[in-house]
Each structure stands twice: as C-alpha cells, then as structure tokens.
C-alpha cells in the first residue's frame, strides 16, 4: 500500500483525505502539512480510520512514496525538488507552477533522473485525453475560454492590480485575452485549468486563453477549442464550485482522487 503525505489542507487536501479514509483509495496517509496549523488539525479530526501526524515537509518526504501538493504555486515551487530528490513521487494540483520553463527544466530531470514521476491530475477541465492523442500529430491552435462567477475572479492580482470594480457588475466582463503565460501570472489561483491544458498541449506561449467575469452563473465554465490534424474537438463543463473554496471547482477535487485511484490500479484506461 503506497503511502501518501498532503501539503496543503484545504478544500482538495480534506477531499483527497477523506476518500482514502473511506477506502475508496488504497493508500495510507503518513502525515499532512499546511502553513495553518490549525486547518491540518480540522483535516486531521474529519478522519475516522486514518490517523496521519502533524510534521514539517522535509519528514513528510523521508517517509512517503507519494506527496500530493495541493496547496499553492508558491508551495509547488519549494517543495517539487526536495521531494523528488528525497525518492517521492508527487501529484501536482498546482500546475500553474510549472509556467516558469526553467522550473520545469529543473524537476523534469530530477525526475528523469531518479526515475521517479510527476502527476498532474486534469483538475477543473476536460479533453486531456484527446488533446493529448492530437498532439501525436500536428496541432494547429487551443483556445480555452474560463468563465466564472465573480467571488471566483475578484481577488486575483489582475483584478486588484487594474483596479477593476467587479462588486456591482451586471453583465459578463471580459477580463482578460492573451496567451496562457500571461494568464498563470495575472491569475495564479484561477487558471490552473490554462497551465495543465498548456502543458498537455501547444505549450504556454501558444495556447490562447479568454477569462471572463459574469455575474449571472453560479458555475466555473471552460470551453476548449482545439484544432489539428485529428480533426477539431469542442468541449465545454459547467462545474459545480468547491463549498468552501469558489475559487475551486468540485471536480477538481475528484480528479486528484481519480489520478489517485489510476496509480493504485493496475488498468491504465484512457
Ligand atoms: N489543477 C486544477 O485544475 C486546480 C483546480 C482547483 C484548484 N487548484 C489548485 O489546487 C491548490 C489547492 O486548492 P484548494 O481549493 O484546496 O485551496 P484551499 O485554499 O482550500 O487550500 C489550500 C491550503 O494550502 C495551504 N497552504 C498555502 N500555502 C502553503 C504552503 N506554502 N505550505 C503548506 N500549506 C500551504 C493553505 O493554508 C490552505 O489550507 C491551489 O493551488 C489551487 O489553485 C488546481
């Protein structure tokens, strides 16, 4: 049984505990961490069956098989390395992290190296899989459109940054038209969707991306455009936000604990 260690313990954090706790996942969790004391001591006592310590991430990473980082680009950014140079695997829910290429460069030959693997689960979006096959060939352009709520939008550097009033919007505000690199920037807690469809795909610089802010949805929807020699796809998800946390769709909890389940089971499908 593989045991796992959870930074960060907020919404995807409890979710992913919880579904191991309840034996949908065969894992054991060793330990969590979060900067908030008290919010792994609220994961800790959601739990029934597991009992996982509290203890700082460089113990977490000399005990476990498998770290999952669901915590913040910022948290992705200071612990991929160590992790990965201590013999862990990790799963990263903080894909926007690896926009910076360097970075990138760096844990991919960690990896590489240590034979060890990186997992990034399709989080909020879909269409990873074809996108995926499409890439075999030859692409042409991926056009991803985010539109959400705005207590989804209104706290992101661009929003605070440009100054723009979101409180007392009526209709849908286009906040944002450029490539993925700019958008991970200017909303590093809300476009994760953009940075695994990027990396999946043609890439940051290529990847064209439009966020909007609407006061008239009460969901987080994506629409995928991709174009290429397999043909053209259309995919578009309507996801239900995270009760605690608007800025996270449900869904992306449920495809950390489905890459979960995928590592556990020997049928590799889709
Ligand atoms: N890939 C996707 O499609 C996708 C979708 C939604 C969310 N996310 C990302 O997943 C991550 C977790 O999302 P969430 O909804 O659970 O967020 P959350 O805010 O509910 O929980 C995050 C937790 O991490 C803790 N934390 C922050 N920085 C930390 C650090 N340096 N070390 C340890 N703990 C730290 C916080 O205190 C908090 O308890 C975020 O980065 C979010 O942007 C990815």
Excluded: W
């Amino acid at each position: 049984m593989i045991r796992v260690g959870i930074l960060g313990c907020g919404f995807i954090g409890t979710q992913i505990c919880q579904a191991i706790d309840r034996g949908d996942v065969s894992a054991e969790i060793y330990a969590v961490y979060d900067v908030s004391y008290n919010k792994a001591q609220e994961l800790i006592s959601s739990l029934e069956i597991q009992t996982p310590v509290y203890c700082s991430p460089s113990q977490m990473f000399e005990n476990t098989d498998l770290i999952i980082e669901c915590a913040s680009p910022d948290a992705a950014r200071l612990y991929i390395s160590e992790a990965l140079k201590n013999g862990c695997d990790i799963l990263v829910m903080s894909a926007g992290a690896f926009q910076d290429p360097e970075f990138y460069n760096e844990v991919y030959e960690i990896a590489l190296n240590g034979g060890k693997r990186i997992y990034i689960p399709s989080g909020a979006i879909a269409g990873t899989d074809s996108l995926k096959s499409g890439m075999t060939s030859n692409i042409d352009s991926v056009v991803i459109e985010t539109r959400k709520p705005v207590s989804g939008l209104a706290d992101s550097p661009y929003v605070i940054k440009n100054k723009i009033s979101l409180e007392n919007l009526k209709e849908p505000l286009t906040l944002f038209e450029g490539k993925a690199s700019d958008a991970v920037v200017n909303f590093p807690r809300n476009v994760n969707v953009c940075a695994t469809i990027s990396l999946c795909g043609i890439g940051f610089e290529k990847t064209e991306v439009r966020i909007i802010a609407d006061p008239t949805i009460q969901k987080n929807i994506h629409k995928l455009k991709v174009k290429g020699d397999f043909g053209e796809m259309f995919m578009e998800i309507k996801n239900n936000p995270a009760p605690t946390n608007p800025k996270t769709s449900y869904i992306a909890a449920l495809s950390a604990i489905a890459k979960l389940k995928e590592i556990t089971n020997p049928f590799q499908i889709g």
